[in-house]
């Protein structure tokens, strides 16, 4: 249990008038969760303060090593005006699983939830009201040792910081096209592709880049041995329905273990749909489109929940999915989650935390 300290805002920011004109990540509440680490010591003054910059050494060890994790979740307001989160105790083990790999010290999981909680509840005035809006909460730690040497750092600061996000899907849900990409890779066995770390983010920029260029909207990465297999999308884990199955890249190591992605399978079986989780050749999702049982492909994440795919472009192959509509299934996902993270659905699996 944290002990956190509270101090207000005695400059409130204006809240935003129209809710539909908020974007993503933009605009950040009143306040921020701050705690610090120092060795020996361990976690130090939980407190929550007035939004606002950080002051560091230009030699701060962050800067130039990349020693940084973060985490992506949100909170909802359901229509009685509550507010509540969707498993945040899966981004809490999932946080100190990318801490692990990174070098950094673990946070308890009670404490991760309880920190959130808190800032939530302070700022809960931020969190929006209209349909398919919500705040997006961001958790980081970064390396705060002052130094150029290439060790694990004895100082670190974790924060948490708010923004109220407008619905992901303002005109529908429009499926997008997506490029598979061939040359460069996000991850690779042993390295950090399970991590929610900014060095990925880094390293997969220019990919990125590439694909918008070209006129897609997210990059397919496939393994990073073989160059074969599919892996996850941009910021998405990915499915694909081919001939009644799911099939999506397995957790192991390369791919970011998402909590949308572990609650859809979950609910796939329950609803009876065999779900593969292994090796799937990009060769073979081809094929399948090509003999025209590619039914359905979504990306699964966070920020939009899913995001149906109508393209696959492989080396100069196309594969069209289904007529280019959202599928039913993707679509009865999308409802079935919002439903039940907005709380207009019954949550008979104990998914949804209220802030109170
Ligand atoms: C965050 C993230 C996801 C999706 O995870 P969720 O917990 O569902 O939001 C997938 N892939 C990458 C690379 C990510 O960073």
């Known amino acids: 249990m944290l002990n956190i300290t509270v101090q207000k805002t005695t400059a409130p920011k204006q809240k ?4 539909t004109k908020l974007g993503f ?12 680490y120092t060795a020996g010591e361990g976690w130090h003054d939980a407190r929550i303060v007035p939004y606002g910059p950080f002051q560091m050494d230009p030699a701060t060890t962050v800067f130039h090593y990349a020693q940084e994790i973060f985490e992506g979740m949100k909170a909802y307001r359901t229509a009685e005006g509550k507010v509540q989160l969707f498993r945040p105790d899966c981004n ?5 699983d990318s801490a692990d790999r990174m ?3 673990p946070i308890p999981e009670e404490d991760f939830v309880q920190a959130v909680k808190a800032l939530v509840d302070v700022d809960r005035d931020w969190v929006p009201h209209s349909d398919g809006a919500s705040l997006y909460i961001r958790p980081f730690c970064i390396a705060t040792d002052v130094g150029l040497g290439v060790h694990a750092a004895r100082h670190y600061r974790f924060a948490i910081i708010c923004s109220p996000s407008g619905a992901y899907y303002a005109e529908g ?4 096209r997506i490029y598979v990409e061939d040359e460069y890779i996000r991850a690779a066995p042993g390295l950090t592709g399970f991590c929610k770390c900014g060095g990925n983010y880094a390293a997969s920029i220019k990919a990125g880049e590439k694909a918008e ?3 897609f909207s997210q990059v397919l990465w496939l393994d990073g041995v073989e160059k074969k297999y599919v892996e996850e999308v941009g910021s998405m884990n990915i499915m694909f329905k081919i001939d ?3 099939y999506t890249a397995a957790c192991t190591g390369t791919v970011l273990p998402g909590v949308t992605r572990r609650s859809i399978i979950e609910l796939l079986k329950d609803w009876g749909y065999e779900v593969i989780e292994g090796k799937l050749a990009i060769a073979d999702v081809m094929k399948a489109a090509d003999a025209g049982k590619l039914e359905e492909v979504f990306g699964t994440g966070t920020a939009a929940v899913v995001s149906p795919v ?7 192959k196309v594969a069209l999915i289904g007529d280019g509509k959202i599928g039913a299934l993707t679509q009865k996902l999308y409802d079935t989650l919002t439903g039940i993270q907005w709380g207009r659905l019954p949550d008979t699996k104990g998914w949804t935390v209220p802030v109170e």
């Open 92 to 96: 809490a083990a999932r946080f100190n």
């Open 25 to 36: 990540g933009k605009l950040f509440t009143d306040h921020m969760f701050l705690m610090d």
């Open 16 to 19: 935003p008038a129209d809710e």
């Open 103 to 105: 070098g950094m010290p």
């Open 244 to 246: 009644g199955k799911v």
């Open 310 to 316: 109508k393209e696959l472009d492989w080396e100069g």
């Open 173 to 176: 849900l429009d499926p997008v």
């Open 213 to 215: 260029e070209l006129g």
